[in-house]
């Protein structure tokens, strides 16, 4: 079951902090967030394996809440160039994984 | 190569006509997965080869989809027939590890399918 990511969309001014969410009715191993460019490939930011760990990338954080089955994506004092849409996908315990819908950062400066 | 290397990078077709897409991917990784994404929507799973082990097929829309790959090397994605909603960009990953549950993935800039 796809996992629920919100909000769909945010626009923000260049310095400005947004929190995107993940969220899944299922049990999860892990979580994975990725951005992607428009007409690029998704790139890696970050897995976060169940354990209730945070992980950074540059200015980007993430927590995953194993108990509440959801994970959250900070970026902090954003920069033009995190512009994009970020997708998270979740595994479950059949180790598939399936991606949310994305949620579009749009950065002004 | 450097990175996984998706052909072609654009592709149009005529409604009925078949398509393959070729996926090259980074050179030791096992893990093959080919993704559809429509525009303005999420990555759709389509198939996932793991070495030589059967392919996990469950995502293929329709019998019109066929994929094979050869031990861990190039990939291609069949479509027959062509329908106008196949019309997406097409994109493949490939990853070192046998679970994609805590690998990284590695995308292509993936192959836009037009179908007229």
């Known amino acids: 079951q796809q996992p629920v990511q919100s909000p769909q969309a945010v626009i923000l001014r260049e310095g400005e902090d947004a929190v995107i969410n993940c969220s899944s009715s299922?049990?999860?191993?892990?979580v994975h967030w990725y951005r992607q460019k428009h007409g690029e490939a998704p790139v890696f930011l970050m897995i976060?394996?169940?354990g209730g760990e945070q992980k950074g990338h540059e200015k980007i954080s993430a927590s995953f809440n194993e108990k509440k089955q959801q994970s959250s994506l900070y970026l902090t004092a954003s920069q033009l160039s995190y512009s994009g849409t970020y997708f998270c996908g979740t595994v479950d315990s059949n180790y598939q994984l399936i991606w949310g819908a994305g949620t579009k950062l749009i950065i002004k400066p | 190569g450097a990175g996984v290397s998706q052909s072609p990078s654009n592709k149009v077709t005529e409604k009925g006509k078949d398509v393959e897409l070729r996926c090259d991917p980074i050179s030791g990784h096992t893990a093959l997965y080919w993704y559809r994404q429509r525009l303005g929507q999420g990555l759709e799973f389509l198939i996932y080869f793991q070495g030589n082990s059967a392919p996990d097929k469950s995502g293929l829309p329709s019998d019109r989809f066929s994929a094979e790959r050869t031990g861990e090397s190039v990939s291609t994605l069949t479509i027959q027939r062509t329908q106008q909603e196949d019309s997406a960009v097409y994109l493949c990953a490939s990853s070192s590890g046998d679970r994609e549950a805590d690998e990284k993935l590695f995308f292509g800039s993936g192959t836009q399918l037009s179908v007229l």
């Open positions: 976060l394996l169940k």
């Open positions: 299922k049990a999860l191993y892990s």
